[in-house]
């Protein structure tokens, strides 16, 4: 199994800055991507940034040009620099990673149990 801890989530003003970490432990043979999402009470949890292990990254339209998502594959761990935080990033945010445990598995996907951003006007 995999796990995943987060941290660096907590309550900011809008137009500051905020990093989070998730760092990937446990029976870990690769690990394909990592990422963000984040989720509000009463929507679907959307996609804020990914980066694969080769280091190509992906971003919600709403984050691009503010967040940088970077990763340290020798220490799987994935970071997330949030410049320009606005009222509507408030949210949790979860870390994913999609790896596999051996090599005779396919990936899964794995989840940290989430961190809270709360913007304030």
């Known amino acids: 199994q995999v796990q995943l801890v987060e941290s660096g989530g907590g309550l900011v003003q809008a137009g500051g800055s905020l990093r989070l970490s998730c760092a990937a432990s446990g029976r870990i043979f690769s690990i394909a991507m990592m990422g963000w999402y984040r989720q509000t009470p009463g929507k679907q949890r959307e996609l804020v940034a990914s980066i694969a292990s080769g280091g190509t990254t992906n971003y919600a339209d709403s984050v691009k040009g503010r967040f940088t998502i970077s990763r340290d594959n020798a220490a799987n761990t994935v970071y997330l620099q949030m410049n320009s935080l606005k009222p509507e990033d408030t949210a949790s945010y979860y870390c994913?990673?999609?790896?596999?445990?051996?090599?005779?598995?396919?990936?899964?996907?794995?989840w940290g149990q989430g961190t809270q951003v709360t913007v304030s006007s």
């Open positions: 994913n990673a999609v790896a596999k445990v051996a090599p005779i598995y396919g990936n899964a996907n794995y």
